[in-house]
């Protein structure tokens, strides 16, 4: 754990409680899925003590599997040996397409919102089925092969639906990189997943602006010796450069293969993907999660949380680049066969104008990410969801697969900023940080974990097992270790009250603070660096960074830049400092280690709180560094 933060009191002050309001359940001809609180309570009972009977039946419901599976479940979060679902085989493009593509080819699947709306445009189920078959086929052309990883680099358009179902449908593993990261970030994830095939796009657009895919993959690719192809999309016809041999464009490929390919049938425990995700260490993770499981929690998810009925028009404004985009913009509505909307544009630019138009059928507002404050949750519910949506709050992370801690959709009465109560076979527990043990009752805070296996929990990291018993299941025995710090009060509602190791998150951008310092100190001006997370209005987070110079006659305005830049490039823009401290030394302890928490203080004003700092190795940087940062304000 990271030294010197512990989480925050609650304070202990009556919170209101919203119920559902009743003009979203009018707005709807069907009931939400689960009918009260009670059917809810009973349900999660059954989870959590007859766990195999409740997941074989949600199981065979919600997927349709190629071979029924015999053994529910086998493995425990000690052995770190998970596993779901056993000798059953399924497709995950088989669920996602055909099923629905075979009862009604004419029902939309993808809504594409395009960056200039003339470019939008649906596709229906059957067209897809069309589509990811053709594109399943040139992949299959190009090599790939059952268990062979595709990485996928592509901004916000329907082509990036297709390609992750085209890999699955053939059995390979998709491993998608957000399209806001750096050559060097893709470069990296290529070679640790062992990629064969790129697919990405000419350019990418995104609120006017133009992004160079295709020019960020050639330099990536320049140290990736094994990809064999690069298939990519026209998407705004600009000049690219052409390796021969091994670039191809998406149009040329897809249009030679047929319009149908058979689903290869998956073992349940076949990986379906890998997401790299920040760590509190340096080196991404690539969360490795499986199919059957994965996709159940997807599914189920989708149902109960957001309550998706048959028709609706569902939409989730997260990237494919990240988890949300996985799990809620691709898997859990074409599992249910809905129409999601895939959207190329900022939703920040279109303002406010566009969030108070009349949304008149809007029923379910999510939010998700990071704990939302109560004037935003408000702000949420009264001016976006005109006191007619029902407010989720879901939390969860990339290695969760999908929502852990959530309301359910016209069901849970809802706190502003608490997650409430956990999901179907979901048992959290609050753990004492100091001593380790489970803290027992309500009106509790400690960090948070799980204790008990769950379907769509990340199996491993890829090719680092170690590190994931490390990380998730070696620090409390017999827990599934979340990172987060948690309240349950006097109702036994969860509380998130962020990360408790030194992952900062931006925007709903998961980044390690190690990752960034590395990436300053591969400047050459850089002695050290420490970077921390600060609270940010509009972001959450915002990375600040202090550096220590190996020579003091830089020039330090040149050189900020520099170093925003360097971040920039190494990591990806969004990942760029919003302040950089130049100092003469770092606070540091005898032995070397850099005490964050001070610096932490420092930037929120509370320099006279830095409690012990005695064990530093030289008292005196302090107040030198407070200098700095006043300075700059
Ligand atoms: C971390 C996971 C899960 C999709 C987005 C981020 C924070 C997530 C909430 C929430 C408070 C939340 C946690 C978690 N988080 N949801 N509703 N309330 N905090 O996925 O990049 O894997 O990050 O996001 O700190 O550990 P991720």
């Known amino acids: 754990m990271a030294e010197g933060k512990v989480p925050v009191v609650a304070e202990a002050h009556e919170v209101d409680t919203f119920h559902p309001p009743q003009k979203m359940l009018e707005k709807h001809p069907s009931k939400p899925h689960i009918g009260s609180m009670e059917e ?27 071979t029924d599976f015999k053994t529910v479940h086998s493995g425990s979060l000690e ?135 295709k020019k960020i993959v050639d330099d990536a690719l320049k140290q990736c010796p094994d990809v064999s192809h690069v298939l990519v999309y026209k998407r705004t016809g ?77 939409f989730c404004g ?53 704990p939302i404050a109560a004037e935003v949750w408000k702000w949420y519910f009264e001016v976006v969801g005109r006191e007619e949506c029902h407010i989720v709050d879901t939390y969860w992370q990339t290695e969760t697969g999908s929502n852990v801690i959530t309301p359910l959709a016209g069901v849970t009465p809802t706190k502003p900023g608490s997650a409430s109560l956990p999901f179907f076979g979901i048992e959290p527990a609050i753990i004492d940080p100091v001593s380790g043990d489970e803290i027992h009752g309500n009106d509790v805070e400690g960090v948070l974990a799980f204790k008990q296996a769950w379907p769509s929990m990340a199996r491993t990291v890829y090719g680092a097992h170690k590190r994931y018993m490390d990380t998730y299941l070696n620090v409390y025995k017999g827990y599934y270790f979340t990172g987060d710090g948690a ?70 305005e040149a050189l900020r830049k520099e170093l925003i830049l360097q971040v920039r490039k190494s990591i990806g823009p969004f990942a760029a400092p919003k302040a950089v401290f130049i100092v003469p030394d770092l606070p540091k302890t005898r032995s070397g280690k850099i005490m964050r928490r001070i610096l932490r203080k420092i930037l929120a004003g509370e320099e006279d709180q830095l409690g012990d700092t005695s064990t530093l190795s030289d008292p005196s940087v302090v107040q030198k560094i407070i200098g700095t940062v006043q300075e700059s304000r």
């Open 79 to 213: 052995g770190g040996d998970n596993a779901w679902f056993l000798e059953g085989q399924l497709n995950a493009s088989y669920n996602c397409v055909d099923r629905h593509a075979i009862k009604d080819p004419n029902k939309v699947a993808i809504i594409y919102e395009a960056d200039e709306p003339s470019d939008g445009r649906t596709l229906t189920y059957g067209e897809l089925l069309r589509e990811v078959s053709k594109t399943a086929w040139a992949l299959k052309q190009m090599g790939v092969r059952k268990g062979d990883t595709v990485a996928i680099y592509l901004p916000m358009i329907p082509e990036a639906v297709i390609a992750f179902l085209a890999i699955s449908r053939i059995g390979a593993i998709h491993s998608v990189v957000f399209a806001g990261f750096s050559a060097d970030s893709l470069r990296d994830r290529v070679i640790d997943a062992k990629s064969k095939v790129v697919i990405t796009t000419d350019e990418g657009k995104r609120g006017g602006k133009l992004i160079g895919t």
């Open 238 to 314: 600009a000049d690219v450069p052409w390796t021969a041999g091994r670039d191809y464009w998406w149009h040329e490929e897809v249009e030679k293969w047929p319009s149908y390919i058979a689903p290869e049938p998956m073992n349940s425990e076949d990986p379906l993907f890998l997401l790299y995700t920040s760590g509190s260490t340096g080196k991404p993770k690539g969360v490795m999660h499986t199919t059957g499981g994965y996709l159940l929690g997807a599914a189920m998810t989708g149902k109960y949380v957001f309550d998706i009925h048959d028709g609706d028009r569902y």
């Open 318 to 370: 997260g990237d494919v680049g990240w988890i949300t985009g996985h799990t809620y913009v691709v898997y859990a509505p074409l599992l249910l066969g809905v129409s999601t909307v895939v959207f190329e544009g900022l939703l920040k630019r279109a303002g406010d104008d566009f969030v108070k138009s009349k949304m008149s059928k809007l029923r379910v507002l999510g939010s998700v990410g990071e």
């Open 40 to 66: 809810y309570q009973q349900l999660y009972k059954e989870s959590i003590t007859q766990p195999n009977q409740f997941w074989g039946r949600m199981a065979r419901e919600l997927l349709t599997w190629q």
């Open 487 to 556: 309240g349950r009060d006097h109702e036994g509602f969860y509380w998130i009250r962020g990360r408790v190791d030194d992952v900062v998150n931006v925007s709903g951008h998961r980044l390690s603070t190690a990752e960034i310092e590395a990436a300053l100190i591969e400047h050459h001006a850089v002695g050290e660096a420490a970077v921390v997370g600060v609270t940010d209005e509009l972001t959450g987070q915002a990375v600040n960074a202090f550096v220590a110079l190996r020579d003091a006659n830089e020039n330090v």
